[in-house]
């Protein structure tokens, strides 16, 4: 069974960093791992993608945190992080740590597994 175990979210004022990891396990060995991703969902508002990093290392991220995010993995490929810096009270969110495991990968990022999210609080 497919476990995302995320960890690392808190509070922090406005300026400040922190670094989200995604801890996950549990794949099936007849499945492919497609990608990697974080999410995020504010108060009223929807799910959005921040970032994601394909099985071939290729990372996107949306603007609203170019330059300031960073989406990265341990050599081991079991631990996926995400280094926050210049956090804005726009970045208050809870995230979600997501995985596309599937037989067969497709062109685009399309996570069907997801972490219980942990929040980050960016305080003025």
């Known amino acids: 069974q497919v476990q995302l175990v995320e960890s690392g979210g808190g509070s922090v004022q406005a300026g400040g960093s922190l670094k989200l990891s995604c801890a996950h396990s549990g794949y099936r060995y007849s499945l492919k791992q497609c990608g990697l991703g974080w999410y995020r969902q504010a108060p009223g508002k929807e799910r959005e993608l921040v970032s994601s990093?394909?099985?071939?290392?290729?990372?996107i991220y949306a603007d609203s945190v170019k330059g300031r995010f960073t989406i990265s993995q341990d050599k081991a490929k079991v631990t996926l992080y995400l280094q926050m810096n210049s956090l804005t009270t726009e970045d208050t969110a809870v995230y979600f740590c997501a995985a596309g495991i599937r037989l067969s990968c497709g062109t685009s990022f399309a996570p069907n597994y997801w972490g219980q999210g942990t929040q980050v609080t960016v305080s003025s």
């Open positions: 990093i394909s099985s071939r290392g290729t990372m």
